[in-house]
């Protein structure tokens, strides 16, 4: 047997549960700046991992000017949450009650954006709850979107 086929499995397997990778829907500018990039808001668009059927659409405040260019600014906390089903939910057989689907850093230093996505099996309904890993005034900046499971009608 290769000696390398369950290191090959192993990483298989670790990659079927990061969280995904988001997809850039486009970014509106907020603030010219002269020297670098501008201040812009950017939508991302990401599939849940081991739910099929659910899109969710995060905006992020993108810090701009020399430091945002450069990749050293810190982006503010700021943050909007959207998850939809589009298409036929497939639930896994064991869903995680709680379970990091997406993560992002805002700086170069401690800071994330991480969306977890929450069971609530008593109300079949997906919770998706983005928060900021940076505390701000005592609490962390959140947002919320929840999915309720239910059969998909394709287009008529």
Known sequence: MNPFLPLLAASISMAAILPAAADTVGCVTTAWKLIGA?????VEAFGDPRVPGVTC??????????SGTLGLAEDP?????????TGPIALPA??????????????????????????????RTLVYLAISRKLINGAPANSLSTV????WGGPP
């Open 57 to 66: 659409h995060v905006s992020q405040a993108r810090t701009g000017g020399v």
């Open 38 to 42: 501008n201040h812009k808001v950017c």
């Open 148 to 151: 309720p499971v239910m059969p």
């Open 94 to 123: 064991k869903l995680p009650k709680e379970e990091t689907v997406f993560a992002e850093d805002t700086s170069i230093l401690f800071k994330e954006t991480r969306i977890v996505r929450l069971w609530d099996e008593a109300n």
């Open 77 to 85: 906390s700021q943050f909007s949450l959207a998850c939809r089903q």
